[in-house]
Structures are given as structure tokens and as C-alpha cells.
């Protein structure tokens, strides 16, 4: 199983619009494109000197080919939804192996 983890900083001035279109637009989105089991957004609890708000949200995968479909079908479309927030947060991604569940 793989987790696919994408870390957002948004600025707070359009944070709560981001949080309501994350919720109940991208977020099932992501889980509709069929390449996601599930997904869990939580919130970063350091304050950031640069400020703004930190969340992670991971989609869980079941495998690593299954990601790199995402990567090709899906991504570039689903990363261009979030224009109407362009210049106001910063995100970067990284791919997890889940090892152990317990």
C-alpha cells in the first residue's frame, strides 16, 4: 500500500474558501479518478514562520503503479483545479510505503 501525501500551506486570507472547495470538491474528486482508497486531511499543528495555515492530506493507494496512473491520467487536470488559490499557498508531494499497520 502506498500513501501519496500532499502538504499545503495556504494563506490565510482565503482559507476557509480553500478548506469548503478541498472538502467537498477536490478531495472527492481525487477519490472519483478511482486510483484512491481513501483519503485523510488533518491539519499541521506548528505555526509557520513564513505563516499561512499547513495541512496534509494523504490518499492511500494500493499500489505503486496505481500512483504512477494518477501521475499520468489524472494529476496535471487536477492540480490546474486549483487555480482560483494560485500565488496563495505552497504545496509539495511525496510518495509513503506503508511498512507495518497496525
Known sequence: MYI???TINIQEDVHDKWVDWMKTEHIPE???TGKFTKA???KVMVN???GGITYSVQYTTESKEKLQTY???DA????AKSAP???KFVAFRTELEV???Q
Open 99 to 101: 511498512i507495518s499497520e
Open 85 to 87: 488559490f494560485e500565488g
Open 71 to 73: 501521475y499520468e491520467e
Open 76 to 79: 496535471p487536470e487536477m492540480r
Open 30 to 32: 481525487m477519490l472519483n
Open 4 to 6: 501519496y501525501n500532499v
Open 48 to 50: 509557520e514562520e513564513m
Open 40 to 42: 485523510l486531511m488533518t
